[in-house]
């Protein structure tokens, strides 16, 4: 049985104004898969997490980009979010004032409607999102405070992580959650993340080191270089990319 | 990766849902100002001579003023001759005696306001005396208010009513002599309401003032006094809209507070005057002096005011704190879209021992508004111990606009303690940007992220008026981010 293709990208070319980033930028991504993206800093990984999620600035030269088929690229980032992709934010951003519980609400509400399901009342929403925060083994505080204000950067990227477990998307973009966060907060993100995988969606983990993957275990890993990708593997790519360094493996392609 | 600042400006316009016009046959003086249009104003409301002498003082001392020109916004010159000061729906044989006799169209139209002058339906609970151009239309919930004491009537029935208590208070906040449009109110001042709580009464339910201005060039120049005798509470809200027209109108009210020992006063205001249109033209001009004197010991008076409507907004909601152990608080969220500008702020002046006051601004400007946050903390010689805590902070919405902060601060001791913090933020394309991510719709972001950074001030609104306003603030910024 042929696996379900969720994210098809194919030879994409983007950048900024004058300044190409990607540079023919190929990836199939299936159900049940996770994918981890490797790279120096600068690579271009960050800057296809953002083309993804479709944050405006960047243009987009050659290539395509297929979402459960259809053209991820024409459609508005809301959109996006509400047919299933979430981006786990490297830097989360801080909203004064307003309640993290009542944001998450509003955000699960635009997706259930616009699958034609019905909104969750404030009783249910609750009780759904208890249940995440016992299984992730998160503090119930959360909840009450304004979304990331005031968060240290494990905070933060436990935060994100608990909205993916209540939006539950069906291709998770995470970039660089790794980042500045200490080895306990790591094994909190990671573990979060491996109980959120499930066979219908997908996961593309962006990290620069290799520690992540030692907690989130990857089905492929791939080396990203000036704007593509250089190589691509099994996990075992990831100790070898720790041991040799990334010089070595980009000058060998 | 910013957001387009053409899709921006493409999207900056506002609806303004309050700008019908009832059609009621109302009789109005010709335009014009002098001692004979005062006279008439004053005979029309059988006032008594001392107060017609008031008003002539203070017309006279107004001749001799001048317009200020220190504020913050721009329009051009106001011609005080072609205003007409007085206008009310002709009356109908007696003036009505109670609610039932008031002309249907009128309840009609408080009705699509939302503002039900029959004691039931949603505001039940809420008193409220609806001021039409220069009268009081009617008064609700008035003998239940008055078998606990406490008067509530429009300020016309209090002048005949209660003349000791007007005459005691009236202008001892702010004296014809406060300044240009004070004087000006104090000459031509039509209607408003009245309210006093007697001693330790604490008033059941919200009282509430509706102001409509209704007919064209008319000027609505309305007086509160409220008075919390010793150990009374009251909490009162006013609200305010206006038909959409061409032509600029002029609001000069005068408010009074008077807070005597442990009494203590919650005024709310949201105000939503007709604003103008996007290029500015039409729109109320809000130039209003409202004030409030803590006179007893530990007397509380708290301003609260969401200003989303005007096209220009000018006042200074202040408190006098003279009581020892008084105080003062003033919340504040006003926002300016297309062309409106708003100079707003506060005053307070500590003179007892120990008064304390807190001061928190939220100022929003999108569009091509230009918003100043004005402050004044005064802290004198006999007020050791005083403190004060000022939070202002801006937000801006697009490119065009402005924000602008003036603070003054005097600290006239060593013992007085004064914090102020300021803020000026952009709201964030990545904050947009992360609720879209979540599947939030712009719009939807962009009023998520302005009532967050106004929360602090609806919570101190009363309950049923904190959802209203946020309403408000979303329709008032509907459209200002592509």
Redesign the interface.
């Known amino acids: 049985m042929s696996k379900q293709p969720i994210l098809e990208i194919n030879n994409l070319h983007a950048g900024v104004e004058n300044k190409k980033i990607l540079k023919g930028f190929s990836l199939t991504i299936n159900a049940g898969e996770v994918h981890a993206l490797m790279g120096l800093n600068g690579s271009g990984k960050s800057t296809l997490a953002a083309i993804l999620a479709g944050r405006e600035g960047y243009d987009v030269t050659e290539g395509t980009v297929k979402y459960l088929g259809e053209d991820l690229l024409e459609l508005d980032p809301e959109e996006r979010a509400r047919k299933g992709v979430f981006l786990a934010f490297q830097y989360p951003v801080e909203i004064p004032g307003v309640n993290s519980t009542y944001f998450l609400k509003a955000a699960l509400n635009e997706i259930r409607k616009s699958k034609g399901e019905q909104e969750l009342d404030a009783i249910e929403f609750l009780n759904l999102v208890k249940d995440k925060i016992k299984l992730l083994e998160l503090n119930e505080d959360l909840l009450k405070r304004s979304v990331n204000e005031g968060f240290s950067g494990g905070e933060k990227k436990r935060a994100e992580i608990f909205q993916m477990a209540v939006l539950e998307p069906k291709l998770a973009i995470l970039d660089e959650t790794d980042s500045g966060l200490d080895i306990d907060a790591l094994k909190v993100v990671s573990s979060g993340v491996n109980k959120l995988k499930r066979p219908d969606s997908a996961q593309l983990v962006i990290t620069h080191y290799q520690r992540l993957l030692n907690y989130i275990i990857p089905d492929f890993v791939h080396v990203m270089a000036d704007g593509r990708i250089v190589k691509s593997g099994g996990k075992e790519l990831a100790l070898e990319l720790e041991a040799k360094g990334y010089e070595a493996i980009v000058k060998a392609q | 990766?910013?957001?387009?600042t053409e899709t921006i400006e493409s999207l900056v316009k506002q609806e303004y849902k309050y700008g019908f016009v009832t059609d009621v046959e109302s009789e109005s003086t010709p335009p014009g100002l002098s001692e004979d249009t005062i006279r008439h104003i004053s005979a029309k409301k059988k006032e008594p001579a001392w107060l017609t002498d008031w008003r002539i003082k203070s017309f006279r001392y107004w001749q001799t003023m001048k317009e200020p020109t220190w504020q913050f916004v721009k329009y051009p010159k106001i011609d005080f001759q072609a205003i007409s000061y007085f206008s009310q729906p002709k009356p109908k044989g007696d003036a009505p005696k109670s609610l039932d006799e008031v002309d249907p169209k009128l309840l009609e139209m408080y009705e699509k306001l939302g503002i039900p002058l029959r004691e039931r339906g949603r505001l039940a609970g809420v008193a409220v005396d609806a001021i039409f151009d220069s009268v009081s239309v009617g008064t609700t919930y008035r003998e239940e208010l008055a078998k606990k004491g406490i008067i509530f009537c429009s300020f016309s029935e209090a002048v005949l009513e209660h003349p000791e208590l007007v005459k005691k208070y009236l202008g001892s906040v702010v004296p014809y002599t406060d300044n240009y449009y004070a004087a000006l109110n104090s000459a031509v001042f039509t209607d408003g309401s009245f309210c006093y709580i007697p001693k330790g009464v604490r008033c059941p339910m919200e009282l509430s003032t509706y102001f409509r201005i209704n007919a064209a060039k008319s000027g609505q120049f309305e007086r509160t006094l409220i008075i919390a005798d010793e150990g009374a509470s009251v909490s009162y809200l006013e609200g305010c809209t206006a038909p959409m027209r061409d032509e600029n109108q002029l609001h000069a009210a005068v408010v009074e507070l008077v807070a005597l020992d442990n009494a203590k006063i919650k005024y709310s205001t949201v105000q939503n005057w007709y604003p103008g249109d996007e290029n500015g033209v039409g729109g109320i001009y809000n130039f209003v002096t409202k004030r409030g004197l803590c006179k007893g010991k530990n007397a509380h008076i708290t301003w609260t005011q969401v200003e989303t409507g005007s096209a220009i907004t000018w006042k200074y909601p202040s408190c006098i704190l003279l009581g020892e152990g008084s105080k003062g608080e003033f919340y504040s969220v006003a926002v300016v879209n297309n062309m409106q500008q708003a100079d707003t702020g506060t005053k307070m002046i500590h003179i007892g021992k120990n008064t304390k006051s807190t001061i928190i601004s939220k100022g929003i400007s999108a569009g091509k508004g230009q918003n100043s946050y004005r402050g004044l903390v005064e802290i004198r010689k006999s007020a050791g111990g005083a403190r004060n805590f000022s939070q202002c902070d801006s937000m801006l919405i697009g490119n065009k606009c402005g924000a602008h902060t003036f603070p003054y601060i005097e600290v006239k001791n060593t013992t007085s303690r004064v914090e102020h913090e300021a803020t000026t933020s952009k709201i964030?394309?990545?904050?947009i940007?992360?609720?879209?991510?979540?599947?939030?719709?712009?719009q939807?972001a962009v009023n998520?992220?302005v009532?967050?950074?106004?929360?602090?001030v609806f919570k101190e609104l009363p309950m049923e008026f904190a959802v209203e306003a946020q309403k408000l603030l979303g329709v008032s910024l509907e459209g200002s981010v592509g």
């Open positions: 990766m910013s957001t387009d964030g394309e990545d904050q940007f992360y609720c879209n991510q979540r599947g939030i719709e712009t939807d998520m992220i009532n967050g950074f106004c929360k602090e």
